[in-house]
């Protein structure tokens, strides 16, 4: 790691990814009673939580959106027809130890610094500084602000932060940005990829909070690889390893720890939930990219999933030689070792999601992020696209002048449909600025919002987040 002095804090103002829609805000509110057009649904009772970088200070010789920045939850609370507002940083130890020197400490993903021990704390993280800024998730009564390959850092209902979290020191090491919460069985499964070894791991922990299968390592794999999401079946994990590979001896020398190794190809690794690693099927293919799955499950003993794909992540590769990106269903079979793609949709898109009601099970509907303009700055979108998975057709829901993020579904009561509910996100209006959380109704998906509420800030594009009903 290189000396701290080597690098200096970045001009926020000269970033692209720290301006506009993307540029942080660094004061905390809790505003009641926002001001709503139309009208909150009667059922729409609970809390949308969403989790995104939002770095408290200019960052320390570089800033890779979405790999760099402190984490900042927001939230709308939803009861009687009324929502209020709140948001809060995840205080990690090294927020609070760079809070108390004024600065960043700590050097981005492409400059890797680090303070002295003085300045770090005697409680310092034992990975540095962690970043619990991709997803907020609710298991066994615990919210959990997520992270790449970190431990989740726990958060209070009102998100206040309790502190770092290992599943009572069964998950030291951490978990991944996009667990998997089981809906029948309430287990929530996850993944972890390392620099060093261990390089990739899963577990399991069940409803009630405890590691039920232990970290759990997958021999085959012997070097750093990104993984950002992967998938679950009633009976399956499984994990798509892309090649896209780190090497730390690159970062030594100044140049991307991460490289795009096409001609490596896409390893696919298929492990009985109920099983051990070392029953994995292993299915190889052609090299692709994908941030995020909308769903898997079985169907006449092969695996059927839906995502956008990519030809590359977009890093890693000649600067000239933009990804390209459709929206795919694809079939596994791991008895004969295939796997086969079907192109749904030309469009490249991002962020899907489904009812998680659904999770590991048959999927109909699946709801993708869509930027038309090519005004709008990348990892912004105007437009959702909700795609039938099963006879291919898609409905679109456009939001002209506007920048949103990812949508959530949030079931109407006493309803399982998965037609039956509402769409929830945030948008920003380019020209003001302003922020608002749109509330739409599944059922009339093209159709106005049932709902805008007017928030009391602008709220930064960000990542993941979820709806949780009030009990």
């Known amino acids: 790691m290189a000396v701290q002095g080597a690098f200096r804090p970045i001009d926020p103002t000269s970033h692209p990814d720290l301006n506009g829609v993307l540029a942080p805000v660094d004061d905390e509110l809790s505003v009641a009673d926002l001001p709503v057009v139309g009208r909150i649904p009667d059922d729409l009772r609970g809390v949308y939580l969403r989790n995104g970088p939002n770095p408290r200070f200019p960052p320390l010789g570089s800033y890779t959106y979405p790999l760099d920045g402190d984490g900042m939850i927001h939230g709308v609370w939803l009861a009687d027809g009324k929502a209020h507002y709140r948001n809060r940083y995840v205080l990690t130890r090294g927020l609070e130890a760079e809070m108390r020197a004024g600065r960043a400490l700590w050097g981005g993903f492409m400059t890797p610094v680090g303070p002295p021990a003085d300045l770090a704390g005697s409680d310092a993280d034992p990975e540095g500084k962690v970043l619990p800024d991709i997803n907020i998730v609710q298991h066994a009564h615990r919210f959990l602000a997520l992270g790449e390959g970190v431990a989740p850092y726990e958060v209070t209902p009102e998100l206040a932060t309790v502190g770092r979290y290992d599943f009572g020191g069964a998950l030291p090491l951490g978990t991944c940005a996009h667990p998997k919460i089981d809906p029948v069985t309430g287990e929530m499964i996850v993944f972890r990829y390392g620099l060093e070894e261990p390089y990739l791991y899963w577990a399991t922990i069940g409803a009630d909070g405890t590691v039920t299968h232990p970290p759990d390592v997958i021999a085959e794999v012997d070097r750093g690889y ?173 939001f002209p002048g506007w920048a949103i993020g990812e949508a959530v579904f949030a079931p109407k009561t006493g309803s399982t449909d998965e037609e039956a509910g509402y769409i929830l996100t945030f948008a920003t209006n380019l020209v003001t600025m302003e922020s608002t959380f749109v509330v739409l109704d599944a059922e009339d998906f093209a159709g106005e919002p049932v709902a805008s509420v007017k928030l009391p800030r602008r709220v930064p594009l960000g990542l993941h987040g979820n709806w949780y009903p009030s009990r």
């Open 226 to 398: 990104m993984i950002h999401d992967f998938l679950i079946t009633a009976d399956h994990v499984v994990l798509v390893i892309n090649p896209a590979t780190f090497d730390l001896g690159r970062a030594a020398k100044g140049a991307s720890p991460l490289a795009w190794e096409a001609d490596c190809g896409t390893r696919i690794a298929v492990i009985p939930r109920r099983g051990r690693s070392r029953d994995v099927r292993w299915i190889d293919t052609d090299a692709f990219w994908c941030w995020h799955y909308a769903n898997a499950w079985q169907e006449d003993h092969q695996i059927v999933t839906c995502f956008p794909w990519w030809s590359h992540p977009n890093f890693g590769v000649p600067s000239n030689s933009a990804p390209t990106g459709r929206v795919v269903r694809a079939r596994i079979d791991p008895a004969l070792g295939t796997f086969r793609l079907e192109v749904l949709d030309d469009r490249p898109t991002e962020f899907p999601r489904v009812d998680d009601r659904r999770l590991g099970r048959p999927t109909r509907y699946a709801v993708f992020s869509h930027r038309s303009s090519k005004t709008l700055r990348a990892g912004s979108f105007d437009e959702l696209l909700r795609f039938d998975v099963s006879r291919g057709t898609v409905e679109v829901h456009r």
